[in-house]
């Protein structure tokens, strides 16, 4: 079946340091891409998505791209701040209602 | 603008007690309905779906139920709860492509 699998964490970074989490899946067919950030004590926002094979999204900095090739769709920032410190859940979905979710990486940007 | 509501935020219970979460939607008709589970150090895990009024769907079995009453209003309950049962719980609106999460409910069963 379909299904997400996102690096394990937790992630430590210092502030500025360059962030990768990577992300992978398994899916038929043609699956849309997405990026969710769950800040301390709140739910979850949708950070980016991506529709298609080569679509990169992107958002606050943050940038992913739909690899179909490698299946992946690694999530990178270039200069990480504290308030980025959260739980990252990368996810798919298809032309339906479901979502799948990977099991979420938390990082840690230290001053 | 749509919005979602769910409450209470938290939430400490017996083991054994009854549980009524509520969420609630604004701003849109005939929304598509969600309720997800985040247990402690692992990921979503998609408990009910429901697509209308009185249509619920169940993705895993366990001692919870879900119920739609009204059209923007989506309720999930439990007779008695078991201590596996803690966790937080999440509403969720919309579908493709993207969902749009109302700010939990953290639930600790004792």
């Known amino acids: 079946g379909d299904s997400v699998t996102q690096m394990e964490g937790p992630v430590t970074l210092s502030e500025e340091a360059f962030l990768t989490i990577n992300c992978t899946y398994t899916a038929t067919g043609y699956p849309s891409l997405f990026w969710y950030v769950q800040y301390p004590g709140e739910g979850l926002q949708l950070l980016l998505k991506a529709t298609k094979a080569d679509d990169k999204g992107s958002n606050k900095g943050f940038e992913a791209t739909y690899r179909k090739e490698t299946t992946s769709f690694h999530l990178e920032k270039g200069s990480v701040q504290v308030s980025d410190s959260a739980v990252y859940f990368c996810?798919?979905?298809?032309?339906?209602?479901?979502?799948?979710f990977g099991t979420g990486t938390s990082l840690t940007v230290i001053p | 603008s749509q919005t979602i509501h769910q409450w209470p935020a938290t939430l400490v219970q017996p083991v054994g007690s009854p549980l009524s979460l509520e969420c609630t939607v604004e701003g849109t008709s005939n929304p598509n309905l969600y309720w997800y589970r985040q247990a402690a150090g692992r990921g979503l895990q998609l408990l009910f779906y429901?697509?209308?009024?009185?249509?619920i769907s169940s993705e895993v079995p366990q001692n919870l139920s879900a119920s739609r009453p009204q059209d923007r209003q989506f309720i999930l309950s439990s007779k008695k709860l078991l201590l596996s049962d803690s966790g937080f719980y999440l509403c969720a609106w919309g579908g493709f492509p993207g969902y749009t999460f109302g700010s939990g409910t953290r639930l600790t069963v004792v």
């Open positions: 429901s697509v209308g009024i009185g249509q």
């Open positions: 996810a798919l979905s298809k032309a339906g209602n479901q979502f799948y």
